[in-house]
């Protein structure tokens, strides 16, 4: 399917685990991004990438690492899940050029209990 | 550091009236910027995207504004339905790879 896939949609676990969120696209788009959404407080960006194995930190990178060894896929990993990473997960994905839109996914529901 | 605000949160309006909902933002070096709306428990859909060259950009029902140098944009959606009833949310980017930075939405009710 053409578009911008999260996975899983919902996840649960526990303090301390580690947790991985897939986010593959299907445009090659060299840009992609990682945000959260919390009430309160919007959406804020984690981490970004703006072509294979090119990386940088967001807003709010602490406690998560990211990779991008192929351009499609940006996961997003959290060494050690703790409370306050609970909240709700989006990539989105650009190309490059001023008239190109960012694409979100589906969002991934984490909860850390 | 930009910054992004969208007034008022919440809007209700009955079934037929034309919707307004303001973005502002505090730097005009922005490279596009885009309107999204958000259903409950739902990713982000791209609605237009109106590039920093363009004053306007029209779809289907939706029409968006551009002013640069007094950092606003509009999106008007005409006749509004109940099925428009979303949070929207504006987003900038500095540059083209830049991050975008999101207002914080006007949640709208369209009664019927």
């Known amino acids: 399917d053409a578009g911008i896939t999260q996975s899983p949609r919902y996840k649960i676990t526990e303090t301390g685990r580690q947790v991985t969120l897939m986010c593959h696209q299907t445009?090659?788009?060299?840009?992609m991004f990682w945000y959260r959404q919390d009430l309160g407080h919007g959406l804020r960006l984690i981490y970004y990438s703006a072509a294979a194995d090119i990386t940088d930190k967001g807003e709010v990178p602490d406690g998560y690492v990211v990779s991008r060894s192929k351009t499609e896929n940006f996961p997003l990993t959290l060494e050690s899940a703790t409370r306050s990473q609970t909240s709700v997960y989006f990539c989105?994905?650009?190309?490059?050029?001023?008239?190109?839109?960012?694409?979100f996914g589906q969002g991934t529901r984490l909860t850390v209990v | 550091k930009q910054e992004v605000t969208q007034i008022p949160a919440a809007l209700s309006v009955p079934e037929g009236e034309n919707l307004v909902l303001n973005c502002s933002f505090t730097?005009?070096?922005?490279?596009?910027l885009q309107w999204f709306r958000q259903d409950p428990g739902k990713g982000l859909t791209s609605l237009l995207l109106i590039q920093s060259s363009q004053r306007e950009q029209t779809s289907g029902r939706l029409n968006a504004s551009l002013d640069k140098s007094s950092g606003r944009s509009t999106l008007y959606i005409a006749a509004s339905q109940p099925g428009d009833s979303a949070t929207y949310l504006c987003a900038v980017p500095k540059a083209a790879g830049n991050k975008l930075t999101f207002g914080g939405g006007t949640r709208v009710l369209v009664k019927p």
């Open positions: 989105a994905s650009r190309g490059t050029g001023g008239g190109t839109e960012a694409f």
């Open positions: 730097d005009s070096a922005i490279y596009n």
């Open positions: 445009w090659s788009h060299s840009y």
